[in-house]
């Protein structure tokens, strides 16, 4: 009886200390903060301009904007995946986004934008460059369209239901970081754990918006009846693109998910 006791208290004890590595550590297991991947260029003709810009509690943030020759110009912000360097994408802007302008920010703490990052401060750090991207003259504000990629659309969703964009593009979504997280660790209480939950779900019946969702049907690390909740709850008009074969991180590998981006901002920016 002693010894059952012993092995008890110590599956007891070993558990409370892997939920409580799981609470100290999340930010780790979140968020891969990228250095700068060296020197970026526009596409041809177009122009780069390098952006710094000081969030609302002094953090410095820093990233690109690169733009065709006509102005004002239409927008498009995107918001990266957790292990993600955007300024890296400037010289492929035309190619999946036509002739529109492109707003690559670093997360904090990644790039050469400083601070740690986290679900509250990056959702606010988002509003405040949409407020400013807006505010520019050779920004066209009324076609400001956001384009989060994977965590990325955890925060485009809420910019989405604070800002006046025009329409949203959604690349491998998920409803919530809470619900993907319980079907990784079903065995630890993942609602009381998680700090930065980044519920889409909740927000996304209130975005009455135009909204691409595009999703790999072998994609294992957010499977995609986790896209589909998304866009099944989704406020506005929804459209699905489901790429056969494709994975987590090759979607943009194929010419073909280029051309599902430019086709719907065609019809929708």
Not at 250 to 256: G, H, M, V, Y
Request: charged share 20%; proline share 8%; with cysteine.
């Amino acid at each position: 009886m002693a010894t059952l006791k012993f092995f008890a208290a110590a599956a007891v004890v070993g558990y409370l200390a892997i939920a409580l590595l799981v609470w100290v550590m999340q930010e780790r297991l979140l968020f891969y903060p990228r250095p700068l991947g060296g020197p970026v260029g526009p596409p041809p003709g177009w122009s780069l301009e390098e952006v710094q810009l000081a969030a609302r509690d002094g953090t410095a943030l820093a990233g690109v904007l690169v733009k065709p020759r006509a102005s004002p110009a239409p927008l498009i912000i995107y918001y990266g995946g957790n292990a993600e360097e955007p300024t890296s994408y400037a010289g492929e802007a035309a190619k999946t986004y036509g002739e529109r302008a492109v707003l690559l920010m670093n997360y904090r703490g990644f790039g050469a934008s400083g601070g740690k990052p986290g679900e509250k401060a990056l959702v606010s750090d988002a509003l405040e460059i949409f407020d400013w991207a807006a505010k520019r003259p050779d920004i066209d504000a009324t076609r400001i369209a956001l384009h989060g990629r994977s965590l990325g659309t955890g925060v485009a969703v809420q910019v989405a239901a604070e800002r006046p964009a025009r329409c949203v593009i959604l690349t491998s979504p998920f409803d919530s970081a809470r619900t993907v997280a319980k079907k990784i660790y079903p065995w630890l209480p993942v609602g009381l754990l998680l700090r930065h939950p980044f519920d889409s779900l909740a927000v996304a019946p209130k975005v009455r918006l135009p909204a691409l969702v595009i999703m790999g049907d072998a994609d294992t690390l957010i499977p995609p009846a986790h896209s589909e909740a998304l866009a099944a709850a989704w406020g506005g008009m929804a459209e699905r693109l489901v790429m056969k074969g494709f994975g987590h991180n090759d979607l943009s590998l194929t010419p073909a998910y280029d051309a599902a981006i430019r086709d719907f901002l065609e019809r929708n920016h």
